[in-house]
């Protein structure tokens, strides 16, 4: 389905339900044409005053008849095309997880978060808009401008010929007059809609620093300088909507108009009976309704093009990295459960790293070696390289040269079954809005309460948790704000634990913590992380000294390696660094 696009493979998934959608809506509208059609010869017939009820009884019945049909039939294709769509935005969002999936190790720096929200939310809303706002309106009224122009031929060709231009204009012409007017102000409009998305929620994730930096009315008066433009765009496109309803309903009006001559020359014809005038005339309304819609569907086109531009991107982004759901090089999860139960040995050999040939190297012929339970550090400034390297490590970037393998079985053909063996610890986890119990259970989904108990206390967060009214059913509330730092990674913490993976990446869990909690939660880490293999990216040098070997990387490289005491003992430049870092180790008692 990756191929094919967005929307070809659902229609075929479906096409069977899609012929009973347009066949119902084309009753819909028949039955809407007959009551009309039956109204109009009542209300003739009864006005030539019949000599008993029995005249007009059966036109009563069939008023009835085709009343309530039209309402319940209209339901019954509201219920059947609703329901098949939603089955359809379904698959879609999943598909669009399941591309998204394998790129949540580094989904961020790829992606804008606005951009996601705005994909997950308005593009996929559009994609639905093309089957129930587009597609089948269009086909129901083309199958109706055959049908009523058919229908009409049978008592007169000439006059059907002539209605058949009068509706063709509802049909095609005015359609394709408001497509070629709206096309680009239509995608203008989207871009805003997505502009202005993505502004906001960065604005709203940045709230706290725009009312401290006292900047908030710079970013409220640039916001709406942005929404005045795009409710100027949205202005012109509502201008040109009144318009071209004018435009149809005096086009249906010059219809009502001509079917009343016509109907009146045939009654003087002697071709029709007078009771029929207006049941023609009235029959008209109806069957026009179903060609009105066509002119605001083709005005989306644009949008659903916008739309589907968008989700192809981000599709053709993630295959660009092998992200297509599935493992790069067909690894089963036998041999994954296999690997995670034996001794892990992750090597890093001769490995090199560049994002495309324009951009400069991130890595440069960095080699590491960790077999299981060895414990490294990697230190380093931002833009060293560090976040590159766990990117290989974690099996999300392939090298340009050189080999990451676990085991001997190389890290990208791995691929989404990683998590399997590598555990990430990283400075902001993401604490859902649930129970602390589910929070802690997303490392295990199959963990028992006893174990979920057991993980707490090894992170020392089980007193915490049985003091509070509804222990481990209270809830985290929104990313977990009924806790502090130090209580968030420790949640985090027992999430790892419950994952029992060999080897463990720690990507600066502690900061932002002050030094008594950064130490405490250290402690902690290195107590229950004993006989795993730990890889433990930083920027300072807190805990150094616990490390079977320290990594310092510049610019891609490896400047300096060494444990801590060879470091201390032969590298001026380590000592001082480490004198920075902790001046207290250094002060005379």
């Not at 004993?530 to 930083?538: A, E, N, R």
Request: hydrophobic share 45%; with cysteine.
């Amino acid at each position: 389905m990756r191929h094919e696009g967005w929307l070809l493979p659902y229609v075929r998934t479906y096409w069977g339900r899609f012929l009973i959608i347009i066949a119902l809506g084309c009753l819909t509208l028949l039955t809407a044409s007959m009551l009309m059609f039956t109204s109009g010869f009542l209300i003739s017939k009864a006005a030539l005053r019949p000599e008993n009820i029995l005249m007009v009884y059966v036109p009563i019945v069939l008023v009835r008849t085709f009343g309530i049909g039209r309402a319940v039939v209209h339901y019954v294709e509201r219920l059947v095309s609703h329901d098949a769509v939603l089955r359809i935005v379904a698959l879609m969002r999943t598909r669009l997880y399941r591309i998204l999936e394998p790129q949540a190790l580094f989904i961020s720096s790829r992606f804008r978060t606005g951009d996601m929200l705005g994909v997950l939310s308005d593009d996929i809303q559009y994609l639905q808009d093309v089957y129930l706002r587009t597609v089948f309106p269009s086909v129901v009224a083309l199958v109706m401008y055959i049908g009523s122009i058919a229908a009409l031929g049978w008592f007169d060709v000439r006059f059907a010929l002539f209605m058949a231009l009068y509706v063709f204009i509802l049909v095609a012409v005015l359609p394709w007059v408001s497509l070629l007017l709206t096309k680009a102000k239509s995608r203008l409009s989207k871009q805003q809609r997505s502009r202005l998305y993505t502004r906001l929620t960065d604005a709203v994730l940045g709230m706290s620093d725009w009312v401290i930096s006292g900047r908030q009315s710079q970013f409220l008066a640039a916001y709406e300088a942005e929404e005045r433009e795009a409710a100027r765009v949205n202005g012109q496109l509502k201008r040109w909507a009144r318009w071209r309803q004018l435009i149809g309903q005096a086009v249906i009006g010059l219809s009502v108009i001509t079917m009343t001559v016509w109907a009146a020359r045939e009654y003087a014809g002697g071709h029709i009976p007078a009771t029929l005038i207006a049941a023609f005339v009235l029959v008209v309304f109806p069957i026009m309704d179903a060609f009105m819609p066509v002119s605001d569907a083709m005005e989306k086109i644009p949008s659903y093009q916008s739309s589907l531009q968008r989700l192809r991107e981000i599709e053709a982004a993630a295959g660009e990295y092998g992200g297509n759901g599935s493992t790069a090089a067909g690894i089963s999860l036998e041999e994954v459960r296999r690997l995670a139960a034996s001794d892990v040995h992750l090597k890093v050999q001769n490995v090199s790293f560049r994002y495309d040939d324009a951009s400069p190297w991130s890595l440069q012929d960095v080699s590491l070696d960790l077999p299981q339970g060895k414990r490294i550090a990697i230190i380093g400034r931002s833009g060293a390289g560090k976040s590159t390297l766990l990117k290989l490590i974690e099996g999300a970037l392939a090298p340009s040269a050189g080999t990451v393998s676990l085991s001997g079985v190389d890290a990208s053909a791995i691929g989404e079954r990683m998590p399997q063996l590598v555990s990430v610890l990283n400075q902001s986890p993401h604490l859902f809005d649930t129970t602390v119990a589910n929070n802690i259970r997303l490392g295990d989904r199959d963990a028992e309460d006893d174990q979920i108990r057991r993980a707490a206390a090894q992170v020392k967060l089980d007193r915490l948790i049985e003091s509070l009214p509804l222990g481990y059913r209270t809830p985290m509330h929104e990313t977990g704000q009924r806790f502090s730092g130090g209580e968030r990674q420790r949640i985090a913490l027992a999430r790892v634990l419950l994952q029992n993976n060999p080897v463990v990446v720690l990507d600066e869990p502690t900061v932002g913590l002050d030094p008594r909690t950064e130490k405490e939660l250290l402690a902690t880490i290195l107590e229950t992380m004993q006989g795993k293999s730990l890889i433990w990216v930083t920027h300072h040098l807190v805990g150094a000294e616990h490390m079977d070997e320290i990594i310092f990387m510049e610019n891609g490289r490896v400047e300096m390696r060494g444990s801590h005491a060879e470091l201390m003992a032969a590298s001026e430049r380590y000592r001082n660094l480490y004198r920075l870092d902790r001046p207290e180790a250094f002060m005379v008692k």
